[in-house]
């Protein structure tokens, strides 16, 4: 007999083992047992949580030789035949590959033939949301007045693609994802059944993968099976999967806060060294970060790690605020998204770790202790304050900030702190930086700073001049510069060398041409 996988060969065979879907379970259980069972349901809910599966035990419970019961026997010719998928009065139609009007056609003929050998026939139309708007419309009637002896399930991991009309004739049970306890608790015990020894961690870890969905956490650990035989340690799944350990996560996050962008990057370098995937680098750093922010904003209830694991996050947390974790978070799940098209998945997530550590510190004032300074308060505009002589000794470059508040500003001191004025418009509205990207300084004169825009960009220029925008440009000169600047633009002059118009032809005067020009009167002859 060929080998079944896992997720096959522990499928949900009666309602008691169901798995995370009590509430849905205790509501078919009661309408069996009540003789209120509708005519037509929707079971809708994410991947792998059992919606197919309890609609098979329905039709066991409808058809079991025991009668119709809320503990089908499991052993009767109908039983076995509902679990083996060969009952003739139980259909199971894959709507993705019987999406037509033509199959619904022939099921609504079908319909109406009593049952062969069961009490009930019972329709499960999987994926149901991929048949078309014509099919959805040939089942109306049909799914509204179905025989007494038919039930319909549609199961649909996408119910906003069920047309109102379809929703309106059924009754809809939404499956949840599968809390990560009772997923690992499920896996110990078929771990259990297949004489396999597993770490509690990794059992947890897989379940943690596995998203909510069973048959997920179970294809898992059928992989590790094939991998490493019948004994499993968490090692196992980080070197089958290429997942990324906490700590490594946490060691790399310590140093991009710390924006130590060597040791960053040998840490990158090491876990791809490791085997490790980038792009599943990027997951788990978002979730780990996730975690982070939710130790923050203290709803670490929500979190289902280890007690070491919560140790380090705090120490973590102490070392930045909510609001640089958002900028993380944004800047990384961002990077994911590149991923997925661009071929150079390492260089994507390397420069968005370059992003975060790379920050213009020479637009800060010095600090005054002499700890590092936090991301958070580099990100707070900088204050025109100039720090007294005496608090620091004179470097050998002055930065911009101590150059312009010497006097009032010139044109060449407006230059020199250019870069830290596009740093704090970075930081302040990005939209602005964009705005600002392909400018350049023309003049200052009357404290009124023009920039040039090149010929093309004439959006750009009425764009940056809108009163919001200009106003935000402004309110950063006056902080950058500690002067009241109006900014002017202009677009760049149009070159005065331009090219000639080509010669016009000069019309010929003969015989020839004459008798041309009648026949094609207003063209200009040329030879």
């Known amino acids: 007999m060929a080998y079944?996988?896992?997720?096959?060969?522990?499928?949900?065979?009666?309602?008691?083992?169901?798995?995370?879907?009590?509430?849905?379970?205790?509501?078919?259980?009661?309408?069996?047992?009540?003789?209120?069972?509708?005519?037509?349901?929707?079971?809708?809910?994410?991947?792998?949580t059992g919606k197919t599966s309890l609609a098979r035990i329905l039709a066991k419970a409808l058809n079991?030789?025991?009668?119709?019961?809320?503990?089908?026997?499991?052993?009767?010719?109908n039983c076995e035949k509902i679990k083996s998928g060969v009952s003739v009065d139980v259909i199971e139609i894959d709507a993705a590959s019987n999406r037509?009007?033509?199959?619904?056609?022939?099921?609504?003929?079908?319909?109406?033939?009593?049952?062969?050998?069961s009490r009930y026939k019972v329709y499960i139309i999987d994926e149901a949301h991929m048949l078309t708007t014509e099919a959805f419309n040939a089942l109306l009637k049909t799914l509204e007045e179905p025989p007494s002896h038919t039930l319909f399930v549609l199961a649909t991991t996408e119910i906003q693609k069920i047309p109102a009309t379809i929703l309106s004739r059924c009754q809809r049970l939404d499956f949840k994802r599968i809390p990560v306890p009772e997923i690992a608790a499920h896996l110990q015990d078929v771990c259990q059944k297949e004489q396999v020894v597993i770490e509690d961690k990794a059992v947890h870890y897989i379940a943690r993968l596995s998203d909510g969905c069973m048959r997920d956490a179970l294809s898992l650990l059928?992989?590790?099976?094939?991998?490493?035989?019948?004994?499993?340690?968490?090692?196992?799944?980080?070197?089958?999967?290429?997942?990324?350990?906490?700590?490594?996560?946490a060691g790399l996050l310590e140093q991009i806060l710390r924006r130590e962008l060597s040791a960053a990057l040998d840490i990158i370098e090491q876990l791809i060294i490791d085997g490790k995937n980038i792009q599943r680098l990027c997951a788990d750093l978002l979730d780990y970060l996730r975690s982070l922010l939710l130790l923050s904003?203290?709803?670490?209830?929500?979190?289902?790690?280890?007690?070491?694991?919560?140790?380090?996050?705090?120490?973590?947390a102490a070392q930045t605020n909510v609001g640089e974790l958002k900028r993380m978070?944004?800047?990384?799940?961002?990077?994911?998204?590149?991923?997925?098209?661009?071929?150079?998945?390492?260089?994507?997530?390397?420069?968005?770790?370059?992003?975060?550590?790379?920050?213009?510190n020479s637009a800060q004032p010095a600090p005054s202790r002499a700890a590092p300074p936090k991301l958070s308060a580099i990100l707070r505009p900088a204050k025109p304050e100039v720090p007294p002589p005496e608090a620091a000794p004179a470097p050998v470059e002055a930065a911009p900030e101590a150059a312009v508040a010497a006097g009032p500003p010139g044109l060449a001191e407006i230059k020199h702190a250019w870069p830290t004025f596009m740093s704090k418009i970075k930081q302040a509205n990005p939209q602005l930086l964009y705005l600002l990207g392909e400018v350049q300084i023309k003049s200052y004169e009357d404290k009124v700073l023009t920039i040039q825009f090149k010929e093309s960009y004439s959006f750009h220029k009425n764009k940056l001049l809108q009163p919001a925008n200009k106003a935000a440009v402004e309110r950063i000169l006056r902080e950058t510069y500690t002067e009241d600047i109006a900014l002017a633009a202009v677009l760049e002059e149009a070159s005065k060398t331009e090219p000639k118009p080509a010669p016009q032809a000069r019309p010929v005067h003969d015989e020839q041409t004459a008798q041309l020009l009648k026949i094609f009167p207003g063209r200009v002859i040329s030879r």
């Open 297 to 316: 904003l203290r709803a670490d209830r929500a979190l289902e790690l280890s007690a070491e694991d919560i140790a380090v996050l705090r120490q973590l």
């Open 100 to 117: 037509g009007i033509d199959e619904i056609r022939q099921l609504r003929e079908q319909v109406n033939f009593m049952p062969v050998e």
């Open 222 to 249: 059928d992989q590790l099976i094939s991998f490493k035989g019948q004994r499993l340690v968490f090692e196992d799944i980080l070197a089958l999967l290429g997942t990324t350990l906490n700590t490594a996560l």
């Open 329 to 360: 978070i944004l800047l990384f799940a961002r990077a994911e998204a590149d991923m997925r098209w661009n071929p150079n998945a390492r260089l994507v997530f390397e420069l968005a770790v370059l992003e975060l550590c790379a920050q213009d």
């Open 4 to 48: 079944l996988s896992l997720y096959r060969k522990y499928r949900s065979q009666d309602f008691d083992t169901i798995v995370g879907q009590q509430q849905i379970v205790q509501t078919i259980k009661n309408a069996v047992q009540l003789d209120r069972l509708a005519h037509a349901y929707i079971f809708s809910g994410p991947r792998g």
């Open 64 to 77: 079991c030789a025991d009668g119709v019961t809320t503990a089908p026997c499991l052993h009767c010719p």
